[in-house]
Each structure stands twice: as structure tokens, then as C-alpha cells.
């Protein structure tokens, strides 16, 4: 009674003739394929959170340079701020000639690499002003812009920041 059976079961064995290979090859190919796509999403998170990264070293830095611009013309005692905006304080950027009534300098730092997370950092913060008379009240307008950058291997991430202010 049992031998029978197992005779039977042996034969249909045989018919297969390699069918299971095949759906063991095809089983395998598909695994390798969600492998590989599975490695190239995480690949690209990666590249994606480097950016980021660097996107907010870069806006911090840009932050930086107009927060130090802002300050150097509002917060020096004793002076007129219109006459700060054409000033250089430190830097390696020299001020472009205005024109008219109309002010520009650029301040630029690029040693950021004694502050921790600001290594391979640097911004360029300018300040131009209109001043014109309005109702006999002398009016200045000041734009404040600044650009940080941060790189390294070969990735290089900026991000501008602006401010208009009045006094």
C-alpha cells in the first residue's frame, strides 16, 4: 500500500524535469532586483540629507554675516548708519563704488573653521542704501543681503538671505 504511493510520488518527480530551478531562479532575480532598488533609495536619502545638511550650515552662515552687517551699521554709537553701509570692517571683499546717493559694500568672512559645525563655511553680507527726502524728513533705506556657502568633496550648498530695514 505505501510503496505504491511513494513509486507514484517518485515518478511525478521526474516529469518536472527542472521546473523547480527555474521558479527558484526566478524567485532569486526577483530579490535581487528589490535589493538593488532598495540600495539605490538609500543611496539617494543619503545624498538627500548631506544637502539638507549642508543647506542649513550654509543658511546659518548667511544668517551670520547679515546678523554681523545689521550690527555693525544699527549699533555703532555716535555715527549716522548711511555712512556705516559704505564701511569694510574685516574681510577679503572690497567695497564696489556707489553711485548717486545709492551705497554698497560687501563684507566677507571665510575663517569659519575655528567654529564647530561651520568648517569648509563662509558668507558675503552687502549693504546698500537709498536715501531720499520725502515731506522735508531725510529717509534712508537699507538693504541688507547675504550669501553663505558651504562645500566639501565636491558638494557645494549656498543660501541667500535678505533684509530691509529704515531708520
Known amino acids: 500500500m505505501f510503496p505504491k504511493a ?27 532586483l528589490l535589493g538593488l532598488a532598495l540600495t539605490r533609495v538609500l543611496a539617494s536619502s543619503s545624498n538627500a540629507i548631506v544637502y539638507e545638511v549642508f543647506g542649513v550650515r550654509a543658511f546659518n552662515a548667511a544668517n551670520a554675516g547679515l546678523e554681523q552687517n545689521l550690527a555693525r551699521v544699527f549699533n555703532t554709537p555716535g555715527s549716522v548708519p548711511q555712512n556705516l553701509c559704505d ?25 569659519f573653521s575655528s567654529i564647530p559645525g ?39 550648498v549656498s543660501r541667500t538671505v535678505a533684509v530691509d530695514a529704515r531708520n
Open 118 to 156: 561651520f568648517e569648509n563655511c563662509r558668507f558675503v553680507s552687502s549693504c546698500t542704501v537709498q536715501s531720499f527726502t520725502a515731506n522735508s524728513v531725510n529717509q534712508n533705506y537699507f538693504r541688507f543681503t547675504s550669501t553663505g556657502e558651504c562645500s566639501s568633496d565636491g558638494i557645494v
Open 6 to 32: 511513494n513509486q507514484r510520488s517518485f515518478s511525478s518527480l521526474g516529469r518536472q524535469g527542472g521546473s523547480m530551478l527555474i521558479i527558484a531562479v526566478v524567485v532569486m532575480t526577483v530579490i535581487l
Open 87 to 111: 564701511t569694510v570692517t574685516s574681510g577679503d571683499a572690497s567695497p564696489p563704488v556707489g553711485s548717486g546717493n545709492t551705497i554698497d559694500s560687501a563684507v566677507s568672512f571665510s575663517n
